[in-house]
């Protein structure tokens, strides 16, 4: 990284930002991060929208309360913990490209139908098939990334996916403005289907793939029957051997691994607090006007596309990828305690609060986003790719699954209180995971490359 910190840079001036889009652009003769960012740009100018609107559609509209709407994104990202891991585990076994193709169709169309939910049980049934799907193509694309890149273009590669798909997640959070200002239930309903159409177009491009990002497939031993019906030792005995390595080389038989995941997966409860957490409070402690939830996603958005690659630089280090994840542990401390501070305040001064919180937040959510790519790539075992970033996606999704309820339970529960409880968890999960970071970049700096730890 050019920068230890980049939420203290300076805004970049129009020559910096011209330099930004040159670069993404020379990426872009890459014929697989072409394809991932054609499909990008399309399917998350939809995503935008449905974040955007779907909270205030579920308590506005269809009539949930909070907590119900909090227990339907719960369900939804616990139906995506086991796809998030049987995603990676299809991807090392099948098409990782016709996989993904797959998943977002069908998650897109899925989607789409959020805007027939009338009732609580119709909400939670089409969240929790969406949440699985969209589990299942993350993770699979995820796949593709680890196998389509070299090991220092990888993160570089994310940061650009990660650019371009705020960008299109702030087109898509104006186009969602619109239904949240003319507040009626056919405007949502229209901007949903249109945002779901929208995701299962953008996975047409990733037809274009080659075969090239698909799992390289396993070694075949030799029949371990002769033509006259005897035993083959040599192939029995190899075919044994294929078996225990592939067994062993199970993400599941990776503490530190597991561990990372775990962490990784607390601090990503950062994106509960953006989805749900903030509309909530927006909407039910403080006098600012709803309108502000889709202002605050373009900012973020924003600043997002403006900063991501640049506080990508270099986290395919251990090290550095350790630091600014503590770093981002920190900056959500700050984002924690100035949201609480909204409370209370007359209108304008709320709105300016949480506009420096969003600040605060969103460069926490680059920073950490940066450490989480390098360290789950640089400490996986590259020959079961899928399966690693499975699990690591599978530990994002039990964030996720987490992160309604523990954001419900502390900041919109307690107030002040909460916040501060939800700042402890944010620094403590950002210290284990730049503890881990900094203990493996001393073991490989000490020793020759090691295979990872296994329990």
Known sequence: MSSTNPATDEIPTVAERRRLLTRIGDSLSDPVLRALVTSTSVSRIGRGVFLAVTVLFFTQIVGLSGAQAAAVLAVASGCGVV????????????????????????????????????????????????????????????????????????????????????????????????????????????????????????????????????????????????????????????????????????????????????????????????????????????EAPEVLVSLLLIVNTTLVVLFQVRASRGTHDLRVAGRVTMIAGWLMVAACIVYALAAGLPAWAAIAILIVATIAHTFAEILSQAGAWGLSFELADPVRAGAYQGVFGMGFSLGALASPLVVNATAITFGFAGWVMLSAIFLAAAAGIWLIARRAAAQSATGPATEPARG
Not at 137 to 166: D, K, Q, W
């Open 83 to 286: 796809a998030s891991f049987l995603g990676g585990w299809l991807a090392d076994r099948w098409s990782a490209r016709r996989l993904t193709f797959s998943f977002e169709l069908i998650g897109g169309l899925l989607l789409a139908a959020y805007a027939f939910a009338g009732d609580f049980v119709s909400a939670l049934i089409l969240a929790s098939l969406s949440g699985f799907f969209d589990s299942l193509g993350h993770s699979s694309r995820s796949a593709i990334i680890a196998r389509g890149f070299a090991p220092e273009r990888r993160v570089h590669a994310r940061a650009v996916l990660r650019t371009v798909t705020n960008l299109s997640i702030a087109v898509g959070g104006g186009i969602g403005a619109i239904a949240l200002a003319l507040g009626t239930g056919e405007s949502y309903r229209l901007v949903i289907v249109g945002a779901g159409l929208l995701c299962a177009f953008g996975s047409l491009p990733l037809l274009r793939l080659t075969a090239a990002v698909d799992a390289a497939p396993r070694a075949k031993a030799a029949p371990v029957r002769t033509a006259t019906g005897s035993i083959d030792t040599d192939a029995a005995a190899a075919a044994a051997a294929e078996r225990t390595d592939w067994n062993r080389r199970s993400p599941w038989r990776d503490p530190r691994y597991l561990l990372l995941s775990l962490l990784s997966a607390i601090f990503g409860m950062q994106f509960g607090v953006a989805e749900l957490g903030v509309p909530l409070w927006i909407t039910e402690s403080t």
